[in-house]
């Protein structure tokens, strides 16, 4: 299996602006950046998490993207069902589209395998907080950048 790169971005675009700019606001050229990512591609990303509602935006000088809850109240689950839309291991997993079922619906021996697989991975990224990968951050000792715009020198 393999998550599509909207999910793996949108984490770590979002692990970045809960790391670096806590409750700040944070522009997409600072995390395209910090983090390799197209700013351009980064834009299209912020759009579903804006609609899932974990992101917030503000235009001007000042404005830039912030997180719309905090870090500890968003899971990786939130980012990647934001970002995938479902989150299923196989089509013959029960949460998908009925058209698409198994052809051996009730029938096959492995549907309860990947049903049951799908859903021990969904909640262990319910489980995991952006706070978490905070937390995860400080102990691997990466250095916070703070933001020029909000520095002030006397």
């Given at each position: 299996m393999?998550?599509?790169?909207?999910?793996?971005?949108g984490l770590?675009?979002?692990f970045?602006?809960?790391y670096?700019?806590?409750?700040?606001?944070a522009?997409?050229?600072?995390?395209s950046?910090?983090q390799?990512?197209?700013p351009?591609y980064?834009e299209?990303i912020?759009?579903?998490l804006?609609?899932?509602?974990?992101l917030?935006s503000?235009?001007?000088?000042?404005g830039g993207y912030?997180l719309?809850?905090?870090?500890?109240?968003?899971?990786v689950?939130?980012?990647?069902?934001?970002?995938e839309?479902?989150?299923t291991?196989?089509?013959?997993?029960k949460?998908?589209?009925?058209?698409?079922s198994c052809?051996f619906d009730?029938?096959?021996?492995?549907?309860?395998?990947?049903?049951?697989?799908s859903?021990k991975?969904?909640?262990?990224?319910?489980?995991v907080?952006?706070?978490?990968?905070?937390?995860?951050?400080?102990?691997?000792?990466l250095?916070?950048?703070?933001?020029?715009?909000?520095?002030?020198?006397?």
């Amino acid at each position: 299996m393999k998550f599509s790169t909207k999910s793996r971005y949108g984490l770590r675009a979002l692990f970045d602006m809960a790391y670096h700019s806590g409750t700040l606001p944070a522009q997409i050229k600072d995390i395209s950046r910090r983090q390799n990512i197209s700013p351009r591609y980064l834009e299209q990303i912020f759009q579903d998490l804006k609609k899932a509602g974990l992101l917030n935006s503000r235009r001007g000088p000042q404005g830039g993207y912030s997180l719309a809850k905090k870090p500890q109240e968003i899971s990786v689950r939130d980012i990647v069902l934001a970002a995938e839309g479902a989150m299923t291991l196989t089509k013959s997993d029960k949460k998908t589209d009925a058209t698409e079922s198994c052809e051996f619906d009730n029938q096959c021996v492995t549907q309860r395998i990947w049903a049951e697989a799908s859903q021990k991975l969904e909640d262990y990224f319910e489980s995991v907080t952006l706070k978490d990968l905070c937390d995860e951050g400080k102990q691997l000792g990466l250095e916070k950048e703070l933001d020029h715009r909000f520095m002030y020198y006397i």
